[in-house]
C-alpha cells in the first residue's frame, strides 16, 4: 500500500504542491503548525533518512536548500525550524521520508529543537568519549 506521500506525488490525493523535480517533491502540510509549513519528501517512498540513496539524499538537501529561503520569504518569517522526525519513536508517523519546514516568527511562542527530547541525561567524561568513539567509528 502506498504512503499517503506516495499518493499525493501520483495526484491521487490532493495537495498544494510548491515543487517537484525528478527526485524530490514538496508541499504544504494539510495541518500547518504555522502559516508556510512545507514538507519535502523523496518521490520514492524510503521510510527512514537511512534508508535514503546518497544520490537522493543529495538532491533532497538540495531542495531543501532551495525552498528554506522560497518558504521564509514568502509569509515574512524571522526564521524556520528545519526538521525530520526520524523513526516512530521520534515522532514520525507517516512512512515516508519527510523534512519539515515550519516557519518562525519573533515571539511565536514555539520552543528551540531542544525541547523536542524528553529528561536530558546527566553524561559523564567518559560516557562522553565512549558515545563519541562508537559513533566516530562507524560514521
Ligand atoms: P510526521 O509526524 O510523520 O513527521 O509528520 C507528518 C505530517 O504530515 C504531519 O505534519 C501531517 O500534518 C502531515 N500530513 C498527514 N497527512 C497529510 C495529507 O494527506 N496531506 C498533507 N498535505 N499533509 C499531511
Known amino acids: 500500500m ?11 490525493i490532493p495537495a498544494r504542491v510548491v515543487y517537484e523535480d525528478e527526485t524530490t517533491f514538496a508541499f504544504l502540510d494539510a495541518n500547518p503548525l504555522a502559516p508556510g509549513h512545507t514538507l519535502v519528501i523523496p518521490r520514492e517512498e524510503y521510510e527512514r533518512l537511512n534508508d535514503v540513496p546518497d544520490e537522493v539524499a ?43 519546514i515550519v516557519p518562525r516568527f519573533d515571539g511565536d511562542g514555539g520552543g528551540p529543537i531542544h525541547a523536542v527530547a524528553g529528561e536530558t541525561p546527566d553524561l559523564g567524561e567518559d560516557e562522553l568519549d565512549g558515545i563519541a568513539a562508537e559513533i566516530e567509528s562507524r560514521a
Open 2 to 12: 502506498p504512503t499517503i506521500f506516495s499518493q499525493i506525488v501520483d495526484g491521487e
Open 58 to 100: 543529495t538532491d533532497l538537501y538540495e531542495t531543501i536548500h532551495r525552498l528554506v529561503p522560497a518558504v521564509e520569504d514568502a509569509v515574512d518569517a524571522d526564521a524556520s525550524t528545519v526538521a525530520f522526525n526520524n523513526g516512530e519513536a521520534a515522532g514520525q508517523e507517516v512512512p515516508h521520508v519527510h523534512c519539515h
